[in-house]
């Protein structure tokens, strides 16, 4: 089969999805009822994908102030909730059926087929499997179908991390990139040989691990010059059910049309051309619950078009830039927090880290960071604060803080993952 005609199918599958999908909305779901006869939307003349640009918008406000509205089956339908961190704002609850389970799970069987994962593999999952999580559900379910080995072992604890490693030898982990950092000082510290362990790579979740050309961030350089393991990053969220994740090539996260239509749009709600920062805007196909239609995720990232050397000929998804609501103005500065967290992981007299903006006395934007040390000295000081503004050029507020404290600031009561980010503008 030829790429053009791949391609060309995708998209027909894509279209009769999306006219589904549209029926489906305007039978089912009170909010799209409401919206389409409110922008007196014709769901008839949507023939193509290029009739998107004429379907209004749903934003993460209609999630958090119309949650109930969006959900387009019974009570009694609904098999499991989850629910959305709270990063930026209040969570937001989704409903699953039965078939949104089933179509999550090929969504991670898909994503760790993608990053070269397969049934005689063992993953030691270092993440969150309660607490309305559904990444962690997903992770569990896509690995069952592929007939994979699974430790559910959840996050934390480098200790019991690595007495499970070594006694239990799983190929593979699922964890966040910087406590696979907490992993690699506890066994240098205990005398544990990386590169002799049975772990061969890393599926990354929740912090990037590469710049937008691909190349490894400071992160990504920290885990792989210290251990020899192949790095795999995702890009998902709990609203659209599904995942972009990396192949071998770690040239962008996939795209899988058949469960998603993407859209990147610059601040007019334009497509952007490829290699251009835009808004992730995504309508999910086959969610049955609590699907939607051009949702605004507020991240901006770049995509690429050309086929992957993989063989793969779907978009692909640069890391995240930022998120839109999380753009800092600091003093005629330009800020995203991954940039910050970047340049913080860089610094070698910081330990760990978490970032606050806030509102001065006329509406303007501060920057606040709350940093571990390696030690309370002058030198110290000096040389962070050197570091700061040579890459920054402008000074933030620092405020040196103790483990116990960053701990309580990055893990507040119920938190599922590190808070490295304080949003106080809102």
């Given at each position: 089969?030829?790429?053009?005609?791949?391609?060309?199918?995708?998209?027909?599958?894509?279209?009769?999805?999306?006219?589904?999908?549209?029926?489906?909305?305007n039978q089912s779901s009170p909010f799209y009822q409401q919206l389409f006869k409110g922008n007196r939307v014709d769901i008839s003349t949507i023939k193509s994908l290029a009739d998107l640009q004429i379907l209004p918008f749903t934003t993460k406000e209609d999630?958090?102030?119309?949650?109930?509205?969006?959900?387009?089956?019974?009570?009694?339908?609904?098999?499991?909730?989850?629910?959305?961190?709270?990063?930026?704002?209040?969570?937001?609850?989704?409903?699953?059926?039965?078939?949104?389970?089933?179509?999550?799970?090929?969504?991670?069987?898909?994503?760790?087929?993608?990053?070269?994962?397969?049934?005689?593999?063992?993953?030691?999952?270092?993440?969150?499997?309660?607490?309305?999580?559904?990444?962690?559900?997903?992770?569990?379910?896509?690995?069952?179908?592929?007939?994979?080995?699974?430790?559910?072992?959840?996050?934390?604890?480098?200790?019991?991390?690595?007495?499970?490693?070594?006694?239990?030898?799983?190929?593979?982990?699922?964890?966040?990139?910087?406590?696979?950092?907490?992993?690699?000082?506890?066994?240098?510290?205990?005398?544990?040989?990386?590169?002799?362990?049975?772990?061969?790579?890393?599926?990354?979740?929740?912090?990037?691990?590469?710049?937008?050309?691909?190349?490894?961030?400071?992160?990504?350089?920290?885990?792989?010059?210290?251990?020899?393991?192949?790095?795999?990053?995702?890009?998902?969220?709990?609203?659209?059910?599904?995942?972009?994740?990396?192949?071998?090539?770690?040239?962008?996260?996939?795209?899988?049309?058949?469960?998603?239509?993407?859209?990147?749009?610059?601040?007019?709600?334009?497509?952007?051309?490829?290699?251009?920062?835009?808004?992730?805007?995504?309508?999910?196909?086959?969610?049955?619950?609590?699907?939607?239609?051009?949702?605004?995720?507020?991240?901006?990232?770049?995509?690429?078009?050309?086929?992957?050397?993989?063989?793969?000929?779907?978009?692909?998804?640069?890391?995240?830039?930022?998120?839109?609501?999380?753009?800092?103005?600091?003093?005629?500065?330009?800020?995203?927090?991954?940039?910050?967290?970047?340049?913080?992981?860089?610094?070698?007299?910081?330990?760990?880290?978490?970032?606050?903006?806030?509102?001065?006395?006329?509406?303007?934007?501060?920057?606040?960071?709350?940093?571990?040390?390696?030690?309370?000295?002058?030198?110290?000081?000096?040389?962070?604060?050197?570091?700061?503004?040579?890459?920054?050029?402008?000074?933030?507020?620092?405020?040196?803080?103790?483990?116990?404290?960053?701990?309580?600031?990055?893990?507040?009561?119920?938190?599922?993952?590190?808070?490295?980010?304080?949003?106080?503008?809102?």
């Amino acid at each position: 089969m030829t790429l053009n005609t791949t391609l060309a199918n995708d998209k027909l599958v894509q279209t009769k999805k999306l006219q589904q999908l549209l029926a489906y909305l305007n039978q089912s779901s009170p909010f799209y009822q409401q919206l389409f006869k409110g922008n007196r939307v014709d769901i008839s003349t949507i023939k193509s994908l290029a009739d998107l640009q004429i379907l209004p918008f749903t934003t993460k406000e209609d999630l958090q102030q119309r949650n109930n509205d969006f959900v387009c089956v019974s009570r009694d339908q609904v098999i499991e909730y989850a629910s959305t961190s709270g990063t930026l704002g209040s969570p937001v609850t989704i409903a699953l059926t039965e078939n949104d389970l089933n179509r999550l799970a090929i969504n991670e069987y898909n994503s760790f087929a993608c990053a070269d994962g397969s049934a005689t593999d063992i993953y030691q999952l270092m993440l969150t499997l309660d607490r309305q999580f559904m990444a962690g559900i997903a992770y569990y379910m896509g690995l069952r179908k592929m007939g994979a080995g699974i430790i559910r072992l959840g996050p934390g604890v480098p200790s019991l991390q690595w007495e499970t490693i070594q006694r239990l030898k799983p190929t593979a982990i699922v964890a966040v990139p910087s406590f696979i950092l907490k992993l690699i000082a506890f066994a240098k510290d205990h005398g544990i040989d990386l590169n002799q362990s049975s772990v061969k790579k890393a599926v990354c979740i929740g912090e990037n691990i590469r710049n937008t050309d691909f190349s490894y961030n400071i992160l990504g350089k920290k885990i792989t010059d210290a251990w020899d393991i192949q790095l795999y990053s995702t890009y998902a969220s709990t609203e659209m059910q599904t995942a972009f994740t990396e192949c071998s090539e770690g040239h962008g996260g996939h795209l899988q049309p058949d469960l998603l239509i993407v859209e990147l749009l610059d601040d007019n709600n334009q497509p952007v051309p490829p290699n251009t920062p835009g808004e992730v805007t995504i309508t999910t196909l086959g969610v049955e619950g609590m699907p939607l239609l051009r949702y605004k995720t507020g991240d901006i990232c770049m995509y690429h078009d050309e086929p992957c050397g993989c063989g793969r000929t779907s978009l692909r998804l640069s890391p995240i830039i930022g998120r839109k609501k999380q753009m800092i103005k600091f003093k005629g500065t330009t800020l995203y927090p991954p940039a910050l967290f970047d340049l913080l992981n860089e610094i070698e007299e910081v330990l760990d880290f978490v970032v606050e903006v806030y509102p001065n006395e006329v509406g303007l934007d501060e920057v606040l960071l709350h940093l571990l040390p390696t030690d309370q000295t002058e030198a110290t000081d000096r040389n962070i604060r050197a570091n700061l503004q040579a890459r920054l050029r402008v000074s933030p507020g620092i405020k040196y803080i103790t483990q116990p404290e960053i701990q309580k600031m990055q893990f507040p009561e119920a938190s599922r993952k590190a808070i490295k980010f304080i949003d106080k503008r809102v």
